[in-house]
């Protein structure tokens, strides 16, 4: 994500947990990283997932 306080290495590690289904408390406790941070950019990557998934490549328009 871009403008992200995160290194990205606690990206990497939050996007892992993100996939394999672990929830957004434990991943902040696995991670080392405040519980608000995890469950904030989890909802963010939802958004990106839905808004990549309703615009098909090439057909993003940007306002």
Do not use: W
Not at 29 to 58: H, S
């Amino acid at each position: 994500m871009r403008k992200s306080r995160l290194s990205k290495y606690k990206q990497g590690r939050l996007i892992e947990h993100f996939i394999a289904g672990t929830t957004a408390h434990c991943a902040a406790n696995l991670v080392d990283v405040n519980f608000k941070t995890a469950a904030y950019f989890y909802r963010r990557l939802r958004e990106i997932i839905v808004f990549e998934t309703e615009n098909p490549a090439g057909q993003h328009r940007l306002f």
